[in-house]
């Protein structure tokens, strides 16, 4: 009880710090029928910015970082959860993307957020709900033309890591 308390602390105070009140934001703008939706996919805001069509592109890389390793050379970390975890949270390290432009971040194709990066960079990914099933996931990162997800990406890049359930 004590690490899930923790883990919620934590995760509060990275949102707020983040930027965290402009997804708080656009499901308070939502019709409840969208806000039911929401609840039963992984994200709420996929239908506004839709995966793009393209093969990876540019120089730029990503790497998440679990407890038990990272994506490093092709590597796929696994994340142990407990069935009782509510959110999780891994890290994500970006390279060689452009600072002027937004980074869209997707995962297994469905949008998840927004982020300002660029030559390097540190940030994290909360997991939770359908993102913390056990399966094999895939990062996306992608920077558009003129910050606008309906152009060509200048920059797109994935990586892969797991989830399984612990056993005890």
Known sequence: MKKLFYVGALSALLLTACGGEEKAESKEEAPASEQTKAKKEPVAAESKYPFPSASPIGNATIKVSTPAGDSSNGNVPTLFVDKDDA?????????????NLETFVYINKAYYSTEHVGELAQSSLDLSEDNLKPSEYTVTAVQFTDNDPTKEPINLTQTKFKIEEKTS
């Open 87 to 99: 959110i999780v949270q891994i890290g994500v390290d970006y390279e060689n993307f452009d600072g």
